[in-house]
C-alpha cells in the first residue's frame, strides 16, 4: 500500500508557474504507475499528465502538452508536476494517483485504473 500527498499548489498569475510535489509513503512509488489529474468545480476529474513505472513514457492531456512535465524522484520517493504558462482554465484542485502494476511501462489514462489518491492541492491562476 502506498499512501500520497500533494503539495505546492496556491494563487498564481496567468502565464506565472508553480511545482506541485506529490510525496509517496510506505512501498517506493517506483512500484506504481503515476498520474496527476484535476478537477475544476462543476466539471468532471479529467487526468493531466502520467507517468510509467520506469520513468521512460509520460502522457500529456491536449490541454497541457507543452506546458506541463511530469517527473519522478525516486530517491526522495516523489512525484512532481512542473506546470508553466499557466492559464486561468487550469485553476482545479490538483491529485496524485497512483496504480500498483507489474507494468514497468503502463500509462494509466482513465482514473478507474488508479486505487490509490492523495487529498488533493488547489490551484487557482487569475488573470
Known amino acids: 500500500q502506498v499512501q500520497l500527498a500533494e503539495s505546492g499548489g496556491g494563487f498564481v498569475q496567468a502565464g506565472g508557474s508553480l511545482r506541485l510535489s506529490c510525496a509517496a509513503s510506505?512501498?517506493?512509488?517506483?512500484?506504481?504507475?503515476m498520474g496527476w489529474f484535476r478537477q475544476a468545480p462543476g466539471k468532471e476529474r479529467e487526468i493531466v499528465a502520467a507517468l510509467s513505472r520506469s520513468g521512460d513514457n509520460t502522457y500529456y492531456s491536449d490541454s497541457v502538452k507543452d506546458r506541463f512535465t511530469i517527473s519522478g524522484d525516486n530517491a526522495r520517493n516523489t512525484v512532481y508536476l512542473q506546470m508553466n504558462s499557466l492559464k486561468p482554465e487550469d485553476t482545479a484542485v490538483y491529485y496524485c494517483?497512483?496504480?500498483?502494476?507489474?507494468?514497468?511501462?503502463?500509462?494509466?489514462?482513465?482514473?478507474?485504473?488508479?486505487?490509490?489518491w492523495g487529498q488533493g492541492t488547489q490551484v487557482t491562476v487569475f488573470s
Open positions: 510506505g512501498r517506493p512509488f517506483s512500484a506504481y504507475a
Open positions: 494517483a497512483a496504480d500498483y502494476t507489474h507494468g514497468y511501462e503502463v500509462i494509466r489514462q482513465s482514473s478507474e485504473d488508479y486505487e490509490y
